[in-house]
């Protein structure tokens, strides 16, 4: 996992420990790149599928919001953490195997309100959803 200098080392702690949440272990996300501006992960289709054999939608926005959130929480620094607010997506074409990859990017980085939107790519590189998600940033 690439990780920012300077990073707080508590976050960096449960992100190791955690894997990045019981969920998205659960799931199979891999972080391949944390930051506030840009993060990076992927997680297998297989497993998060949904009755008709398409990756869950709800797997695409799990995938977002836990890119966003770690994004947020880089962004807020030590002795503050981020609490999410406000998700949607915009599915746009469905993967049923493989590997998709999420590209978190900041839209805005404030003192109190972060926003984050995630690409969701197939193997391809096709768009398979956008997934947008403000969070605020509270103290400690």
Not at 12 to 39: D, N, P, Q, W
Not at 44 to 53: H, I, K, L, S
């Amino acid at each position: 996992m690439l990780l920012p200098e300077g990073l707080d080392p508590e976050l960096v702690a449960r992100l190791v420990e955690s894997g990045g949440g019981e969920l998205a272990v659960k799931m199979g996300i891999e972080f391949l790149e944390i930051g506030a501006e840009r993060s990076v992960a992927r997680m297998p289709v297989e497993g998060n599928r949904q009755v008709v054999g398409l990756l869950h939608g709800g797997a695409h926005v799990v995938l977002g919001e836990s890119l966003g959130s770690v994004s947020s929480a880089v962004h807020a620094g030590p002795g503050r953490y981020a609490v999410g607010i406000e998700i949607n997506a915009t599915h746009s074409r469905a993967a049923t195997s493989g590997v998709v990859t999420a590209t978190c990017e900041a839209l805005v980085l404030g003192r109190t309100l972060c926003t984050h939107q995630t690409v969701i790519r197939d193997e391809q590189g096709h768009r398979l959803s956008t997934v947008r998600m403000t969070n605020l940033l509270r103290d400690s």
